[in-house]
């Protein structure tokens, strides 16, 4: 089957809410534990002593990125064959610079927002990526602004300076400067990602999708931080065992559970379901972490995700973008 006839058969499957909401839900949980998983090896709180604090961004989105691919590849050549995995030459420009600006790139931002802020900014702030989208496609006159859609803007951007703490702390920023313009460069390339990749989706299954953009971004970082200055920072065995557990959790299995939900919920449903994940994320970070969330971040965490809400509720069908997840 190849990769346009797998999204056809994909398209007509019956619609099972339960099981969806099931899959989607079993993603958002394994999403949340990866984030969890990286915040705590960047505070020396998971294993310490075994060098996974020494694990950089970079370096946790370059192996997540290789390993996924690695493991992408693998099973698409074990269940399709090398001929279904063969794609026009027309594309793989489009596809390097969704690989690069989009998943390298929001890989990278999102988990050096981890890093320097909490779980939950950095989750919340790239999961605005629909308004920033909304706003794009207003733009370039795709979508008529409308009421409903001018207030969900406004909402996810106070429901942001909530969650940062510009307001309740004396009017001052109250989290790292560099790890707040970090979320948002990663929602920023969250965004591209999806305008980049709508026209990818329509043409060829979302596997064949991540496959490549994961395969290009290897590539970046190898150019960027290449094998032998990894080879050079002489990681212990646990590091390595934590990269590759950590590529699995976040990438293979979670994107197999949500892909299979997305076959069983029709696009409203999806777009519910999709706010599962920052919510799944949050929760997992406070009860493993102890990442307290105030109140006033509480409330802005709710503002954000009920602009995401009205924003893909209030989008036309016809020109609606799917928001995939890359984190």
Not at 110 to 125: D, E, F, M, P
Not at 198 to 209: G, M
Not at 253 to 269: I, N, V
Request: glycine residues 8%; hydrophobic residues 55%; positive net charge.
């Amino acid at each position: 089957m190849n990769a346009a006839a797998g999204t056809a058969a994909n398209r007509s499957k019956p619609h099972d809410s339960r099981l969806g909401y099931v899959y989607i839900g079993l993603a958002a949980v394994l999403w949340g534990i990866s984030a969890s998983l990286g915040r705590a090896a960047f505070t020396d709180r998971l294993l310490p002593g075994s060098g996974i604090r020494d694990v950089s961004p970079i370096v946790l989105s370059q192996a997540r990125t290789s390993f996924s691919f690695l493991a992408v590849v693998i099973a698409l050549l074990l269940s399709r064959g090398w001929r279904a995995l063969l794609l026009p030459g027309r594309d793989l420009g489009q596809l390097i610079v969704l690989g690069v600006a989009g998943v390298a790139a929001s890989n990278y931002f999102y988990y050096l927002a981890i890093q320097r802020t909490n779980v939950a900014t950095a989750i919340i702030v790239q999961y605005t990526a629909p308004v920033w989208v909304l706003l794009y496609m207003i733009a370039r006159k795709a979508e008529r602004p409308s009421l409903a859609k001018m207030l969900s803007v406004l909402l996810a951007i106070v429901g942001i300076a909530l969650v940062i703490g510009l307001f309740g702390g004396q009017g001052r920023l109250q989290l790292d400067l560099l790890g707040v313009v970090a979320a948002l460069l990663a929602a920023f390339s969250f965004s591209f990602y999806n305008i980049g990749g709508h026209s990818l989706l329509a043409k060829y299954d979302r596997w064949i999708v991540l496959l490549f953009t994961t395969f290009f971004a290897s590539l970046f970082w190898m150019l960027v931080n290449s094998p032998a200055k990894i080879a050079a920072a002489h990681y212990s065995a646990s590091v390595w065992v934590f990269l590759v557990v950590f590529a699995m959790l976040s990438v293979l299995l979670p994107f197999s559970f949500y892909f299979a939900g997305l076959q069983h919920l029709d696009p409203t449903k999806a777009i519910v379901a999709s706010c599962l994940e920052p919510v799944f994320t949050i929760l997992i970070a406070a009860f493993a972490l102890k990442e307290a969330v105030h109140p006033l971040q509480g409330l802005g965490i709710l503002m954000v995700l009920s602009a995401i809400l009205v924003v893909q509720r209030s989008t036309r069908t016809g020109s609606q973008l799917p928001v995939e997840p890359v984190d």
